[in-house]
């Protein structure tokens, strides 16, 4: 899908997974290079979080491979100096503070305690840092999850669901931090249910629905017709259609 001038950091060949007789992701194949950035959509259900932990080496695959930077990521050592990730449906220790949540994640990833301060400062939640993060709004524990993500140095970016719960202000803000660091040289991958939300900032989609529907521009998807990208996508993902 990307310029093939451009290295992928994160290649999906062929990977899918089954549990028992449950295929929640089959045959799928796509890259990802920096730079640009590439909008994962999908319905809910679509197997979209399931692919987002291949990459993350948090489950293995039932054939094919995902890799980032080259390698496959068991190795949790491995895992986070490559990936910044931020998974949908991931607690918190909602007893602890703001801080001390990523003082933790700091010890955990090899990270000066001195990132702490740098990224609450990065996400807007550096007066909060002292707050406990049962206290936290939706917005406030979607930047904290960000925050964690943050932590070091890593080339890739891959965040699920980063909108649920976002106020507009909010959205605003993610869209801007994806932004520079797509622009920065970094790799991201954004996954999203709602297509309104990132239509406006990714710049290139994967659509997919069990296995990928649709890997390459706006421009491409939409091409002569008059109709719009809503419209093509809601075409590829409907549920009535043939698979």
């Given at each position: 899908?990307?310029d093939?001038?451009?290295?992928?950091?994160?290649?999906?060949?062929?990977f899918?997974?089954?549990?028992?007789?449950?295929?929640?992701?089959?045959?799928?194949?796509?890259?990802v290079?920096?730079?640009?950035?590439?909008?994962?959509?999908?319905?809910?259900?679509?197997g979209?979080?399931t692919?987002l932990?291949?990459?993350?080496?948090?489950?293995r695959?039932?054939r094919?491979?995902?890799?980032?930077?080259?390698?496959?990521?068991?190795?949790?050592?491995?895992?986070?100096?490559?990936?910044?990730?931020?998974?949908?449906g991931?607690?918190?220790?909602?007893?602890?503070?703001?801080?001390?949540?990523?003082?933790i994640?700091?010890?955990?990833?090899?990270?000066?305690r001195?990132r702490?301060?740098?990224?609450?400062?990065e996400?807007?939640?550096?007066?909060?840092a002292?707050?406990?993060?049962?206290?936290?709004?939706?917005?406030?524990?979607?930047r904290l999850?960000?925050?964690t993500?943050?932590?070091?140095?890593?080339?890739?970016?891959?965040?699920?669901?980063?909108?649920?719960?976002?106020?507009?202000?909010?959205?605003?803000?993610?869209k801007?931090?994806?932004r520079?660091?797509?622009?920065?040289?970094?790799t991201?991958?954004?996954?999203?249910h709602?297509?309104?939300?990132?239509?406006?900032?990714?710049?290139?989609l994967?659509?997919?629905?069990?296995?990928?529907l649709?890997?390459?521009?706006?421009?491409?998807?939409?091409?002569?017709?008059n109709?719009?990208?809503e419209?093509k996508?809601?075409e590829?993902?409907?549920?009535?259609a043939?698979?």
């Amino acid at each position: 899908m990307p310029d093939s001038s451009r290295h992928p950091s994160i290649e999906y060949d062929g990977f899918s997974k089954h549990f028992g007789r449950i295929r929640a992701v089959e045959g799928i194949t796509f890259s990802v290079a920096p730079g640009p950035i590439v909008g994962f959509l999908g319905p809910n259900g679509a197997g979209k979080t399931t692919a987002l932990r291949g990459i993350l080496g948090l489950l293995r695959p039932t054939r094919g491979s995902a890799t980032a930077l080259g390698k496959p990521l068991e190795a949790p050592e491995n895992r986070g100096l490559v990936v910044g990730a931020h998974l949908d449906g991931i607690g918190f220790e909602t007893g602890i503070t703001a801080s001390r949540h990523l003082k933790i994640a700091c010890l955990a990833l090899g990270q000066p305690r001195s990132r702490v301060d740098e990224v609450l400062r990065e996400v807007d939640l550096a007066a909060l840092a002292r707050r406990r993060v049962k206290t936290f709004s939706t917005g406030m524990v979607q930047r904290l999850g960000l925050a964690t993500a943050l932590l070091g140095s890593r080339p890739i970016f891959v965040v699920d669901e980063p909108g649920n719960g976002l106020d507009p202000e909010d959205l605003r803000w993610l869209k801007q931090n994806l932004r520079t660091f797509a622009d920065e040289g970094g790799t991201v991958l954004v996954s999203s249910h709602q297509l309104a939300d990132f239509s406006s900032i990714v710049d290139e989609l994967v659509i997919m629905k069990r296995t990928v529907l649709y890997a390459g521009t706006h421009e491409s998807l939409v091409g002569a017709d008059n109709a719009t990208l809503e419209e093509k996508y809601f075409e590829l993902t409907d549920p009535f259609a043939a698979q």
